[in-house]
Structures are given as structure tokens and as C-alpha cells.
């Protein structure tokens, strides 16, 4: 009797299975004809007009990519992107995870924290107005009614002309970036830090460890992790930074970047083509640094 049964259940396990397989489809199929009208599609279509010219009417080849690689206005684009990739990256990491263990310390820790976090509840076009008021730059003899001016001339010294002076206003535009998300380092990797044992520290600091010595022997290395995807995160806001070069020098004085070149060559230039292999550089660049944190979820999660 059982064994006559076997084939109906057999058949009846496959054809829920199959029920199952298609419900898991229906609710995923949405998603994925939003991914390929708003992704995949535009994507294709950038790659397909990097290879024409400004008009997307005449096959220029790689024409595009050279002049992207080889002008000397969008290799200083490349450069300042190098920079905001380094500083920018580099300090906000550094000083989070410094105020993530410092506010930890205090007593005070979640006023200190929201006070720190604040610049990142500001949007990006008003940080820049604000940072750009913040640079006013008057003539000496001048009232320096720009805060970083007034400050600098109280000491003695000359006020100077942070936007335009091309030596200083890449530093100075990646300062109001490194402002802005400070804040978001701090957060994760206090939240982190949150999470290792308070057991390991205090056993420690009895074996005689001083505090230097608990964070780079302890703290640190149980921090790695998440130290990775606060960089891996900054990194990817680098790259595409937009918002604060545009309002507050539009490129200008050698600060463009490569997402606010895209957009010249777009709205500005009207040339299609370069905007477009500008845009696939972009992605080029983004896309491994997304894959790589991926597969190190992944080989976490495992």
C-alpha cells in the first residue's frame, strides 16, 4: 500500500515545490523589471552612447575615452578625485573612530554624539552654502566677514582666498565633506565598539594594559571589520562626489570632479558622448569596490 501511495506524494511534493517556485517568482519579478527599466537599461544605453559623438549621431569609436584620458582639464578632474579618495577617506575614518572611542569615554556620550552627528541631518547642498559662506574672502584691510578669514586675520595672519586660490580649495572643499561625514564614521563604528565584550577590555587593563595599548591590541582588531565597510562606504561617496563641488565652485579654479564633469559635459557642453564614457568610468571604478564588499559579507556571513 505504501509503495502505491510513494508516486502520489512524489507527485503531489512536485507540484508544490513548482506552486512554490512560482509565488517566489511573482513577488520577485517586480524588483527585477524595476532593476532593468532604472538600471541595467540606462546603463546599456550610457555604454552605447560613450562610443558617439556630442550630437549621438556620428560612431566615434573609443574617441571619447582618449580625450577622457588624455585632456589636461579632465586629468586634473582625475587628480582632484584622487585627492577627495585619500583625504577625505582617509581623515573621516580616522577621526570617527577616534571620537567613537573618546565619546565613549564621556559621560555625556549621547549629546556628544548627536552634536558631532548633526552635520549629517543637514543636506549636502546646504552644507555647501554654508561652508561657502564660511570662506568669504575680503581684500586685507578688509571686515573679514567669512568665519575662517576672521579667524585667520584675529591671529595675525592674511585672510585668504580659499575658493579661488587654486592651491588651498581642493583641501578646503574636501574639510566641508570630511565635516559632513565625520558624523556617520563616528556612529557605525561606535555602534561596533558597542558590541565588543567589556569583559575583554576590563581583563586587560587588569593584566596591566594601558588605553593605548587596549585599543591597538583590542579594540582595533575586533574593529577591522567594520572599519572596512566605513571606508568601503566613504570611498564609494569619493568617487561620486557631487553636491559640494558643484554649489560651491561648479568645477571652477581646478576643483571639478568626475561626477560634476559628467554633468558640464551633459547640461553644460551638450556633448552626449563625453558625459556618457565619463559616466562608464564611473560605474568601472564603483562597481568592484561594491563586488569586493560583497563577497566580504558573504565570507563573513560563512
Known amino acids: 500500500m505504501d509503495e502505491e501511495k510513494a508516486p502520489h506524494l512524489l507527485k503531489r511534493l ?12 511573482m513577488f520577485v519579478a517586480p524588483a527585477l523589471v524595476l532593476l532593468a527599466v532604472f538600471l541595467v537599461y540606462p546603463s546599456l544605453s550610457t555604454l552605447y552612447l560613450s562610443f558617439f559623438d556630442r550630437t549621438s549621431a556620428q560612431f566615434v569609436g573609443l574617441d571619447n575615452y582618449v580625450h577622457l584620458f588624455t585632456s589636461s582639464e579632465t586629468l586634473i578632474v582625475f587628480r582632484n578625485n584622487l585627492l577627495w579618495l585619500t583625504l577625505f577617506t582617509g581623515v573621516s575614518v580616522i577621526m570617527g573612530l ?5 565619546t565613549n569615554l564621556v559621560r555625556y ?22 561652508w ?7 581684500p586685507p584691510g578688509f571686515t573679514q566677514t567669512g568665519v575662517v578669514n576672521a579667524i585667520f586675520t584675529s591671529l595675525g595672519g592674511d585672510p585668504i582666498p580659499w575658493i579661488q586660490d587654486t592651491g588651498v580649495n581642493n583641501f578646503a572643499l574636501i574639510v566641508a565633506g570630511i565635516w559632513m561625514w565625520t558624523g ?20 586587560a587593563r587588569v593584566d596591566g594594559a594601558n588605553e593605548w595599548q587596549v585599543f591597538r591590541r583590542i579594540i582595533f582588531p575586533m574593529l577591522r571589520p567594520v ?11 569619493a568617487l561620486k562626489v557631487f553636491d559640494l563641488v558643484y554649489v560651491m565652485t561648479f ?3 581646478n576643483t ?32 568592484p569596490i561594491m563586488l569586493l564588499n560583497i563577497r566580504r559579507f558573504r565570507r563573513e556571513a560563512t
Open 14 to 25: 512536485t507540484r508544490r515545490l513548482k506552486t512554490v517556485r512560482l509565488s517566489a517568482w
Open 98 to 102: 577616534v571620537l567613537a572611542v573618546l
Open 109 to 130: 556620550e549621547a549629546v556628544a554624539k548627536a552634536l558631532i552627528f548633526v552635520p549629517m541631518a543637514v543636506s549636502f547642498t546646504a552644507a555647501a552654502v554654508i
Open 132 to 138: 561657502r559662506f564660511m570662506y568669504i574672502y575680503r
Open 184 to 203: 556617520f564614521a563616528m556612529i557605525v563604528l561606535s555602534a561596533g565598539l558597542k558590541g565588543i565584550p567589556a569583559e575583554v577590555l576590563e581583563a
Open 227 to 237: 572599519v572596512v565597510v566605513v571606508a568601503v562606504t566613504l570611498t564609494i561617496n
Open 251 to 253: 568645477g571652477n579654479y
Open 256 to 287: 571639478d570632479v568626475i561626477a560634476n564633469r559628467m554633468f558640464k559635459e551633459m547640461f553644460t557642453f551638450g556633448n552626449f558622448g563625453r558625459a556618457s564614457a565619463i559616466a562608464v568610468v564611473l560605474l568601472i571604478t564603483i562597481v
